[in-house]
């Protein structure tokens, strides 16, 4: 079973950025794992939008790719996921949701099947 946090997010004006975090906690250290980051925006559908694995690969949709970075640190039992978001713009506003593979709920993307999530962190963009 896994704990995810998030944290940071907040408001930011076009052109800015901004960061967020997530600490996973029950993580097995040296274990195989993929993580990401899901955002929805009010009316919309959540989307992926990045995605890291223990491999070292990263997935970005299209609409960040070249704007947002993901990364994590490993240490024992914790993962801390990151998001470095640049160049924001308006339509970026949405709740934010780190994720993790887990108990599959119909979400899968970048070749992982999340179970897990975050309780959210709003990011918005004033043009």
């Known amino acids: 079973q896994l704990q995810l946090v998030e944290s940071g997010g907040g408001s930011v004006r076009a052109g800015g950025s901004l960061s967020v975090s997530c600490t996973i906690s029950?993580?097995?250290?040296?274990?195989?794992?993929?993580v990401g980051w899901f955002r929805q925006a009010p009316g919309k559908e959540r989307e992926g939008i990045a995605a890291?694995?223990?491999?070292?690969?990263?997935?970005?949709a299209d609409s960040v790719k070249g704007r947002f970075t993901i990364s994590a640190d490993n240490a024992e039992n914790t993962l801390t996921l990151y998001l470095q978001m640049t160049s924001l713009k308006a339509e970026d506003t949405a709740m934010y949701y780190c994720?993790?593979?887990?108990?599959?709920?119909?979400?899968?993307?970048?070749?992982?099947?999340?179970?897990?999530w975050g309780q959210g962190t709003q990011v918005t963009v004033s043009s």
């Open positions: 994720t993790a593979i887990g108990p599959y709920d119909g979400t899968y993307w970048a070749g992982c099947s999340f179970g897990y």
């Open positions: 890291f694995d223990s491999d070292g690969s990263t997935t970005y």
């Open positions: 029950g993580y097995t250290y040296g274990g195989t794992y993929c």
